[in-house]
């Protein structure tokens, strides 16, 4: 009996708490879209899971020459301009146009050629149909080419905790200070 | 909601790219005042807006909004909506139009040089089309064009800031660009100088525009919009304000005498060049294509497509003055024609209007033409008389016959041979007829005498005078007498046929 | 026993779901497209697939509404459909009066289209082949150089669209697909490909950073404004737009 209190406790928290946790996804969160994505680790996982913490999203493809490589520079310049602490309560996510180039193999050895930090980063791929309706949740539009290239736009959008597109910049090579600006306010909201 | 695609579109601006091109990324345009001490009537930036934001007020046509009473830029709100209606063209004819505001032209916009324009387009649920906007008095890509696609059921914003002042072209730069002016997608802006217009009684909104349907002009029943015209530039409307009658009878424009009235009359094609003018009337200024310099004293002046320009004009007399594009047929068959009404005293000493209405007699020497008028009477009433006939040919004969021949017939000796007791005459009747018809060279010898002269071809004489005038000659001085009928001259005439040859 | 067998079996057979959607067959084979495959004049080449005959109509919409709820307006989330989605139903679950079971579909928006398509084994059609489906009369395969096809196109973007959309199954063309053109602006899989400038009197500006790699599209053929107007709607739209003229039919691959 001494130990039952205790433990009805700790077993109300654990279910009490998975009861009280997730409140409903607001109806404009990029979450309710159902996508499976597969990270340069191998691993699986729903987009969704990343409810609960800010994101700074972008899509590329590691064979793209021109603007990609400075996708990927802008997002680490602008997380880099944020302070340590507001730094740590984001993460990166770089989803591929082209999974039928972008194998895990390939998103691997291109995180590690660039010096990615898998616990920051995540390099993604995901099916075909599925790459096209993330396109169309996160606003950005691309087109294949007869000779394998892209055509794309170039964003860096973030999401907030709960997957609400929070803020969105063009400014692609450079800082952009109004960007930076609002990752600071979406991530310390209170 | 998030417009995420359309900040992709609306990047043109301020995109830049390092890596991909060598040029140093554009920053915005951030004018400073020109150096020069330029008249402040001249492009300019005033700086930032001061003061509360303020809504524009939009009119509809022929309506100007009120003139801007301000010295100081300001932000000023637009906000357009694009409709697409059904909505007559001509009596009894329905052409879809797709409008900025629910008219053709669309609202009139007015604001002041430096001005900071927070535009909003918005198109309505209803539209089929997407719709955009290109304001020729914006300085940046498409003149907003790239900022403002909207599809159906949303809106775009967008900001510029009026830097040139003066009165300019507003239309729809969507895919097929062509066929949405065409469909009435166009309107003005006016940027007034810092300093404002000087006051006038009246100011007005007008423009032309061509239109292209399938059907005839005026044929019944909705049209549709036909490309090819378009493409052929064989508009079937040329209208003032997008419907024949938008400027006349009840919807005149107005004015009293002794007032002074401005025309902000803009010109959206797609595809016409207007000669515009009013007829009784002098512009007393005009702004040539809506620029700042001004011309005085004009009849017509051209306004290009996609262009607009500003006339003034001061009314003395009372009238309707007709508004048209001089490329006349456009007024008259296109309806390219508007009215303004001026109403008030009369001045003569401007004007007159029909003093006398006096009689006017034609150029025939002969004052007195009735016999020939009886003649013919009686010819057309089957009771025509030799005497009558004699009459007539009498009264023309003179001026014509007795040039030559003289009034007595006795012609003049060694140039022109006599009719009177001509023996060459009486040797052959019925010749007189071809050389009276078809003329006469070559020697002849008429009463002993040689003559070898030209005789032309009277072929302004028709058969009956001609019939008429040999009667006289004939029967005159001591001529055999005779009679010619129409029908024998009509005969010998397409008997002998061009330039015979007069037997000796 | 038999009887109660036989009524059983009959009610089974009416709670089926309605006869399953005619999809027609199309060779498909190189395109002279308005859009060049490579962005500047390629063609394109489309593969040999199936394509629904009719649009999908408020009736078979319905169904799908009812059998997946969370696609009724009143549960969708906004960033799947906007707030005009369905609104010209009575009801999240009833038509209503006003919107015919025969009529099609509209007001629904890309993310709702696909997931229809995929619950019919389908797929949206991606703008090639809605362009090569589209381009046929009743008689060719290739009708665009008949001004006749143009015109009828642009005769319906003439029409004022307040009046009440007319049932699907209109004449049919050489490929047994009806109401390609004249009803109702149709998505596509790849909408958001059609990357032309937005201010179309832009082409062939040298702004490669916009979309990295090629620029805007160049649109050829540009007398054939009838599908550039198409190719304007669609490119003006976001995934989750509806509009009052806006419908969807789907696609299969072989």
Redesign the interface.
Known sequence: MKHLLPVLALLAVLFGGRAAAAPPLPGDSVYNLPVQLTTQDGQQQMLAERRGRPQLVTMFYTSCQMVCPMIIDSLRLTRNALDPATRAKIDLLAVSFDPAKDDVATLKSYAEKRKLDPRIWTLARAEPAQVRQLSGVLGLQYRQLPDGEFNHSSELILLDAEGRIAARTTLIGRLDPAFVKAIGETVNKP | ?????????A??A????????DKP?ASPAAATPPASTSVASERGDFGPPQGEPIKAVLTSPPHVPPPIHRNYPAKVIVELEVI???MPISEGVSY?FWTFGGTVPGSFIRVRQGDTVEFHLKNA??????H?I?LHGVTG??GG???S??????ASQFTFKALNQGIYVYHC?????G?HIA?GMYGLILVEPPEGLSPVDHEYYVMQGDFYTTGKYREKGHQ??D??KAIDEHPTYVLFNGKEGALTGDNALTAKTNETVRLFIGNGGPNLVSSFHVIGEIFDKVQPEGGTVAQHNVQTTLIPAGGAATVEFHTDVPGSYVLVDHSIFRAFNKGALGILKVDGPENKLVYSGKEVDYVYLGDRSEPNLKAVATAAKAHAAGTLTKDEQIAAGKQLFTGTCSVCHQANGEGLANVFPPLAKSDFLAADPKRAMTIVTHGLTGKITVNGHEYDSVMPPMSQLNDDEVANILTYVINSWDNPGGQYSKEDVAKARAEAGPHADPGH | MRLRLALAWFGLVLALPAAAAEYAALPGGTFASVLPADGKAAAAQVAPFRLRTELVTNGEYLAFVREHPQWRRDKVAGILADARYLTQWAGADDLGEQALPRQPVTRVSWFAAQAYCASEGARLPSWYEWEFAAAADASRRDARADPAWRENILGWYSRPSNAALPAVGGAANVYGVRDMNGLVWEWVDDFNALMVASDSRQQGDPDLLKFCGAGAISLQEKENYAVLMRIAMLSALKAADTTNNLGFRCAKSN
């Open positions: 909601m998030s417009r995420p695609l359309s900040t992709v579109l990047a043109l301020v995109f830049a790219l390092a890596a991909c091109s990324p697409e209606k059904e879809t649920p209803d539209s089929k089309m997407p955009n290109d890509p498409g064009a790239a900022s696609f909207t599809a159906p059921g949303h730069a969507t895919a097929p660009v066929m469909n549709p919009f490309m090819e």
